[in-house]
């Protein structure tokens, strides 16, 4: 079910950015890049839907209604992979124009976690590239999630895929250290903004592993690349380069 709609797209679709589950919704809603055509925003969970801004050129899909009555997926994600199943044709129109996809998720335990790699299957059989970037727990959140999270990486990994992620412990260390004297959203809400930030921007010298650099969330997850050392690394960093990357000047107006 397609809860509200933005206005409609014209043509083919250059580059569509999927935000998947609750905090993958939250990043997408703040991405904004001119290369960017058309955003799609996934969730088994109305809330998560309804409280989102109408953006042009954006839908927004409610899945899996008779596996989850809108209500999300309890921290199964057995239930998020039902829930993309039972939806997948309305998934599937809202790729099939597209030339690139992006699928963009939280790894944990909800929709992002139990169903990317559907959605991915589901990617595939449009002619568009795709490619994927998650994001890992903090440590706090507890040892189930990162468990779920480390699962939906290893599935991930074996799609041999371009894939960034984006950790919330190297975010962390980034942020403001009295967080912990502040509400847990704010601990969220400025993780989000570095995470942004990095998507956008990439580093003023390109995305590097999280060890070489200090500026940065992002780690290259190497085993998922299409090639091997070096040249895998090249395409990763090229892509982003092309689609993600801003002129100085683009930089210094969102800083």
């Not at 309804?50 to 899909?61: R, V």
């Not at 992006?102 to 990317?116: C, D, E, H, W």
């Not at 847990?184 to 060890?211: Q, R, W």
Request: contains cysteine; aromatic residues 8%; charged residues 30%.
């Amino acid at each position: 079910m397609k809860i509200k709609k933005g206005a409609k797209v014209s043509g083919k679709n250059e580059i569509v950015l999927v935000g998947i589950g609750g905090n993958g919704i939250r990043l997408l809603n703040a991405i904004e890049h001119p290369i960017i055509e058309k955003k799609v925003f996934i969730s088994a969970d109305k809330y998560y839907l309804e409280e989102q801004k109408i953006l042009q050129n954006s839908e927004y899909l409610l899945i899996g209604q008779n596996t989850t009555h809108g209500l999300g997926t309890g921290m199964k994600p057995e239930i998020a992979k039902e829930a993309v199943l039972e939806s997948k044709k309305m998934i599937y129109k809202s790729f099939k124009d597209a030339k690139e996809i992006v699928l963009l998720a939280s790894l944990g335990a909800g929709t992002g976690t139990g169903g990317m790699v559907e959605i991915y299957k589901i990617a595939k059989q449009t002619p568009a590239d795709i490619k994927i970037i998650v994001t890992t727990p903090f440590n706090f959140e507890g040892k189930k999630r990162t468990i779920f999270a480390e699962k939906s990486l290893k599935e991930l990994s074996d799609l041999k895929l371009p894939m960034l992620i984006l950790s919330n412990e190297e975010a962390l260390k980034k942020i403001p250290q009295d967080y912990k004297e502040k509400p847990l959203s704010y601990t969220f809400k400025e993780a989000n903004k570095i995470f942004i930030h990095d998507i956008l921007n990439g580093l003023d010298k390109g995305i590097y592993p999280v060890k070489d650099s200090e500026k940065s969330s992002m780690h290259l997850e190497k085993k998922v690349l299409s090639q091997k050392g070096s040249k895998s690394k090249n395409y990763i960093l090229a892509w982003f380069q092309k689609y993600f990357s801003r002129s100085k000047e683009s930089c210094n107006d969102r800083n």
